[in-house]
C-alpha cells in the first residue's frame, strides 16, 4: 500500500507540473493559429503521462529492459496522438480560413466561391453551407435590385416621351388660342380636352403601378364572380371592337357555375380590361378577341383572353409583363402584341393585380395570335 500511495503522488505531482507548463505555453500562444494550440493541447498530456511513467518505473525498481518497453510503447502512442492532433488542426484551420473568406466577401462579391479543400468537420460544414445560402439570397436580390432600376429607368424614359408629346401639343393649341389664329375653337378645346384625359390615363396607371409596387395594406375582398365579370367587361369594350372592326366574343362553360374568386372586383376588372383593350387594338380587323373562363380540374378558375396580334417574338415573351415594355415600334400590329396604350403600364399593371390575389397570369403564341391566361385561386368553403 504504501508503494502504491508513492506511486500516486508522483504520478498526482508530475501530471499537475506538465499541466501547469502546458496552461502557461497556451496561454502563451492563445492569440495564434488553431492549428498550434490543438499540438499543444496534445503534447501536453502526453509528456504528463511519459513523466509520470517514467518516475513510476524508477520507483517500482523495474528492469532496464521493461522500462524502455513501456516508454517506447508510450512514445508510439504520443506520436500517433501528435500527428492526429496535426490532421485534426489542419482540416480545423482549413474550414476556419474558408469560413472567413466566406464572410469577408459576403456582401461584396456575389460570384460562387472554390469550394473549401479537403474534409472539414460537420459545424463548419453546416456553417459554410449556411454561408453559400446566404451568399445566393444576396446575390438573387442584387440582381433583383439590377433589374428593378433598369426597369426604372426604362420606365423614366418612357414616360418623359409619352408625356412630352401631349405636352407640345397643348401648348401648340394653347399659343393658337392666345394668338387667335385657330378659327376652330370648339374643336381646339376637345382636342386639348383629350389630351388632358391621355395624360391624366398615363398619370393613373403610374399611381396604381406604384400602389401595386408597394406593401398592400390589408383589404377586405369578397366573393367575385368571372363568370359575370368577364361579361361586363365584354359589354363595355364592345363598341370599342365595333370601331376597330373586330369582333369580341365571350365563352362560359354551360350551368349555373358563377366561377367565382376571392378578391377586388375593382382591381380585378382593370386587369381584365387591359387584357381585353390590349388584344383589341392589337387585333387586325375582321379578327376575333375571345374572353373564355372555366373552372380547371383542381379548382382553380381560369380566365384567358386570345386574339389576332399575329404572336409575340420569342424572345420578347418573358418581357411582355415588364414595366413600359411595348415590343418593337418597327412591327405592325398584326405581328406583335404591345403592352396596353400610354406608358406601357397595362400588362404591368394586370400582373400586379393577378400577383395580389395570389394568382399567375402567362402569356404564350398561338395560331394566329397569342393568349393571356390567369389562374386565380377558388372561393374558400
Known sequence: MKDMATIFALTALWTLVVAAVGAAVLWQFRRRSLRITMIVAAVAPMAAALAAVLQSVRAMFISQHDSWVVLWTLAFAALLGLAMSVLLGHWISS??????????????????????GGAVPAELAELTNELEMTRKKLA????????????????????????????????????????????????????????????????????????????????????????????????????????????????????????????????????????????????????????????????????????GCGGIPADDLERVFDVGWRGDEQRTPETAAAASGGGGLGLAIARGVVESHDGKIAVSNI???????????????
Do not use: K, W
Open 95 to 116: 474550414g476556419s480560413r474558408d469560413v472567413g473568406r466566406r464572410l469577408r466577401h459576403l456582401g461584396t462579391s456575389y460570384d460562387a466561391p472554390e469550394a473549401a
Open 140 to 307: 438573387a436580390s442584387h440582381e433583383r435590385e439590377r433589374a428593378l432600376e433598369a426597369s426604372r429607368r426604362e420606365l423614366v424614359a418612357f414616360m418623359s416621351h409619352d408625356l412630352r408629346t401631349p405636352l407640345a401639343g397643348l401648348r401648340a393649341v394653347s399659343e393658337g388660342l392666345e394668338d387667335g389664329v385657330i378659327d376652330d375653337v370648339p374643336g381646339a378645346l376637345r382636342q386639348m380636352r383629350s389630351t388632358v384625359d391621355r395624360m391624366t390615363g398615363l398619370v393613373d396607371d403610374l399611381f396604381e403601378l406604384s400602389r401595386l409596387s408597394a406593401a398592400p395594406p390589408p383589404r377586405r375582398r369578397s366573393a367575385v364572380s368571372l363568370r359575370e365579370l368577364a361579361e361586363d367587361v365584354a359589354g363595355e369594350n364592345n363598341e370599342h371592337a365595333r370601331a376597330e372592326g373586330v369582333q369580341l366574343a365571350v365563352s362560359t362553360p354551360s350551368g349555373d357555375d358563377r366561377l367565382a374568386v376571392q378578391g377586388d372586383p375593382d382591381e380585378l376588372t382593370r386587369a381584365v380590361t387591359n387584357l381585353v383593350g390590349n388584344a383589341i387594338r392589337h387585333t387586325a380587323p375582321g379578327g376575333t378577341v375571345t374572353l373564355a373562363v372555366d373552372r380547371e380540374s383542381d379548382g382553380r378558375v381560369r380566365l384567358a383572353v386570345t386574339d
Open 367 to 381: 395560331d394566329g395570335g397569342c393568349a393571356f391566361e390567369i389562374d386565380l385561386p377558388p372561393v374558400h368553403s
